[in-house]
């Protein structure tokens, strides 16, 4: 099992940038390969980005491609989401999650942080 933990969150203004980490302990994080999703009130939880094992692999949701970036160092077992460029409509409860494949659909993922709550304002 992998355990997750999510950082990095808060309040921010429009425009700004924000940096969520993902702090991974038990079984080796660098077999998995890792997503962020996102899910604000009254809204189905949404595809942010995704990660292979190695990071040789990196894929986007449409409404981040170009503003966020994900990566990850496996030797601290650790996974980054880079968000630039913040809209108030980025503003979502960021959650981390660990796979054996990268995926865009949240039901392939086993394992879930708590999550972090981003808020950005206008």
């Known amino acids: 099992q992998v355990q997750l933990v999510e950082s990095g969150g808060g309040l921010v203004q429009a425009g700004e940038s924000l940096k969520l980490s993902c702090a991974a302990s038990?079984?080796?994080?660098?077999?998995?390969?890792m997503g962020w999703f996102r899910q604000a009130p009254g809204k189905e939880r949404e595809f942010v980005a995704a990660i292979s094992w190695d990071s040789h692999i990196t894929i986007y949701g449409d409404s981040v491609k170009g503003r966020f970036t994900i990566s990850r160092d496996n030797t601290k077992n650790t996974g980054y989401l880079l968000m630039s460029s913040l809209t108030p409509e980025d503003t979502a409860v960021y959650y981390c999650a660990a796979n054996d494949f990268y995926d865009n659909d949240y039901r392939s993922y086993s394992y879930w942080g708590r999550g972090t709550q981003v808020t950005v304002s206008s």
């Open positions: 038990g079984r080796a994080f660098s077999s998995y390969a």
